[in-house]
Structure formats: structure tokens, C-alpha cells
């Protein structure tokens, strides 16, 4: 049983519809809004009575070299990937932490380990996604003896709308060049370890930043 949430309401409708009315709600919602993840979270535990697991995947990708990037296009992507998030973590908190139990899995990137500069110099993204990992750290230090653990995932490099779906050859041999699996990953990839946090498989890890990028973050 899941609750989607984000902007665009028909492409939540649709994925809702495909698990079925039973197993999932779709609610269009907008993480930079504080009282709309307040109700997110009530809206979950009033539909199925408790909440097991928080994943938290709303990003962007925005800005440029440090010398040229806006304060504005700085602190929009900050707002989205690093405060939305952890509004989502306390929301979350808020329900888990009086039950003794339950999982958030945020998603970081290999941004927050290593400079992409070299063919993406983005400040601000770099800065949120470093910032996701060492809240993530101390989330889960602050919550794991009172049952609520806190991990995450660091992708590499995947098909998806904010990599351009990986279309662009000369991305794609650029990111093969410096992957020692020597290709981008497939969706499917991320899976496992999804599963693993967010199940008791991963009872004794806390507050970890799992890489998922075939090496990437290894040279």
C-alpha cells in the first residue's frame, strides 16, 4: 500500500490506477510547501492507518558555475532538494517515532560525494545533495534508538527526465568513460537496494549513504 505524491496529478493518477485503487493513493502535492507535507503524511496514516516507510526522491537540477549561478536558482534548488526533504524526514518522524518503528530512505546522488564539474559544474546541486547525506548521517543517529532508521541511495548515473533520459551519445560515452562497469544503469538497478532499506534486511544499518553507480565513486 503506497501513497504517490508530487505536481503532476495525471501521471500520479495513472501510476495509482496501474497498482490499483486498493494498494495506492495519488495525491498531488508540492514538497517546498511545509503545510502540504504536514498533510501528505495525515493523509497516508488516515488511508492506511500507519506509515511503514518515507522515501523521499523529489529533485531538481538546476543552476551553474559557482562565479555565474543566482542566488535565486541556488536557494530554488536548495528548497526542493534539501529543505523539502527534510521537512519529509520530520513529517515522517512525527508518525514513526510515537510507534517505535519505520524507515526513510531519501535519495541523494554521487553528487554529494565527488565533483561532476567537469561536464556539469552546478553548485547548488552539489551543495544540496552533499547536504542530504550528512543529514541523512544525523537523522539517523538522532533517531535510531527510538526505532526509526534513516538511509540513503546515491545513484550514479540512470535514464531519467533530469539526466535527459541519457539521450545526448556524447553524455553517455562520457559517463561510460568514467564508470568502471563501463555503462549507465538500468532503472531496474535500483531496486535491491531500495527494498533493503526500506525492510528490516537493513535493521543494523544507520544512517548510510549507499551508493547504487557501477563504480562511479570509486576512482
Not at 503506497?2 to 495513472?14: H, P, S, T
Not at 527510538?146 to 545513484?155: L, S
Request: aromatic residues 6%.
Amino acid at each position: 500500500m503506497v501513497v504517490l505524491a508530487g505536481r503532476r496529478e495525471d501521471r500520479l493518477k495513472a501510476l495509482a490506477a496501474e497498482l490499483g485503487s486498493e494498494n495506492a493513493e495519488a495525491v498531488s502535492a508540492d514538497v517546498t510547501d511545509e503545510s502540504a507535507m504536514v498533510a501528505l503524511v495525515d493523509r497516508a496514516v488516515t488511508r492506511f492507518g500507519r506509515l511503514d516507510v518515507m522515501l523521499n526522491n523529489a529533485g531538481v537540477i538546476d543552476g551553474g558555475p559557482g562565479e555565474t549561478e543566482s542566488l535565486l536558482d541556488f536557494e530554488r534548488v536548495m528548497r526542493v532538494n534539501l529543505t523539502a526533504l527534510f521537512t519529509g524526514c520530520r513529517e515522517a518522524a512525527r508518525v514513526m517515532l510515537p510507534a517505535g518503528k519505520g524507515s526513510i530512505v531519501n535519495i541523494a546522488s554521487v553528487a554529494g560525494f565527488t565533483s561532476i564539474s567537469e561536464r556539469y559544474p552546478l553548485a547548488g546541486y552539489v551543495s544540496s545533495k552533499s547536504g542530504v547525506v550528512g543529514l541523512t548521517r544525523e537523522l539517523g543517529a538522532q533517531w535510531a534508538a527510538r526505532g526509526v532508521r534513516v538511509n540513503a541511495i546515491a545513484p550514479g548515473w540512470f535514464p531519467s527526465e533530469m539526466t535527459g533520459d541519457l539521450r545526448d551519445e556524447a553524455q553517455v560515452r562520457w559517463v561510460e568513460g568514467r564508470t568502471p562497469i563501463g555503462r549507465v544503469g538500468r532503472l531496474e538497478e535500483l531496486d535491491g537496494v531500495l527494498v533493503f532499506l526500506a525492510s528490516d534486511a537493513s535493521s543494523f544499518v544507520i544512517g548510510q549513504t549507499i551508493a547504487v553507480d557501477g563504480g562511479w565513486t570509486v576512482w
